[in-house]
């Protein structure tokens, strides 16, 4: 699985949009790109997943470059409770997540 | 989505001694994974448990320090033996479900804050 490089911490002011970057430059045509994040004390939870399409649900938008080897999780309205790490990571499917170091974001009030 | 539940949600144990962990869904999953989060860093994953099989388990883990059982479709222990202060850690589980267009997500239960002295 492609390795992920993230920066390890970021602030957002509340009410902004918050955007977290990633690198991949070795991702594989196979590979999806996997968003979940961890509120302190929870286990992780799933955020949104693409191919090589953007994509948005009711919790983010992902933006992922055409050549694939970046991309950016999009909070278009940060609050509070999205303070948490955010992890990008690569797979072919769900199995066998493997979870980089992730970007520390803090909402500011 | 599934919905998890660990047992215990926090315990403190002596060194030498054994804990099991206990994770409960409430849907039949074929796929349960066990990780482990060491104060402070990311998730690794330990091993991935099928009903009906032996556990596969990652590099860096065996079967002699975390035995895991998977009875059925709903629910998995992990057991943490012969613990060091090493092994304080977070250990969560997670189970697998397909969704729409074939592609599968994850989902995970609170974890299990274990303090080895």
């Known amino acids: 699985d492609a390795k992920t490089t993230q920066p390890p911490s970021m602030d957002c002011a509340e009410g902004r949009a918050a955007n977290l970057p990633c690198n991949h430059s070795?991702?594989?045509?196979?590979?999806?790109v996997y968003w979940y994040r961890q509120i302190h004390s929870q286990g992780p939870q799933y955020i949104i997943h693409?191919?090589?399409n953007n994509e948005t649900n009711e919790m983010a938008s992902l933006i992922i470059t055409e050549d694939r080897k970046s991309s950016t999780l999009i909070l278009p309205h940060a609050t509070l409770r999205d303070t948490a790490v955010y992890y990008c990571?690569?797979?072919?499917?769900?199995?066998?997540?493997?979870f980089g170091t992730g970007t520390r974001l803090t909402v500011i009030p | 989505s599934a919905v998890i539940s660990q047992k215990p949600s926090r315990d403190i144990c002596q060194r030498g001694t054994s804990l099991t962990i206990q994770c409960q869904v409430d849907?039949?999953?074929?796929?349960m994974f066990w990780y482990r989060q060491q104060p402070g860093q990311s998730l690794t994953l330990i091993a991935t448990?099928?009903?009906?099989?032996?556990?596969?388990?990652e590099s860096g883990f065996v079967i002699d320090k975390f035995p895991i059982s998977r009875p059925n479709l709903t629910f998995s222990t992990l057991t943490v033996s012969n613990m060091s202060p090493e092994d304080s850690s977070i250990y969560l589980c997670?189970?697998?479900?397909?969704?729409?267009?074939?592609?599968?997500?994850?989902?995970f239960g609170p974890g299990t804050r274990l303090t080895v002295l």
């Open positions: 997670s189970v697998e479900e397909q969704r729409r267009s074939a592609w599968n997500e994850q989902f």
């Open positions: 070795t991702i594989s045509g196979n590979e999806y």
């Open positions: 693409g191919l090589k």
């Open positions: 990571i690569m797979q072919t499917g769900a199995n066998n997540l493997f």
């Open positions: 849907s039949q999953v074929t796929m």
């Open positions: 448990a099928n009903q009906g099989s032996e556990a596969t388990y």
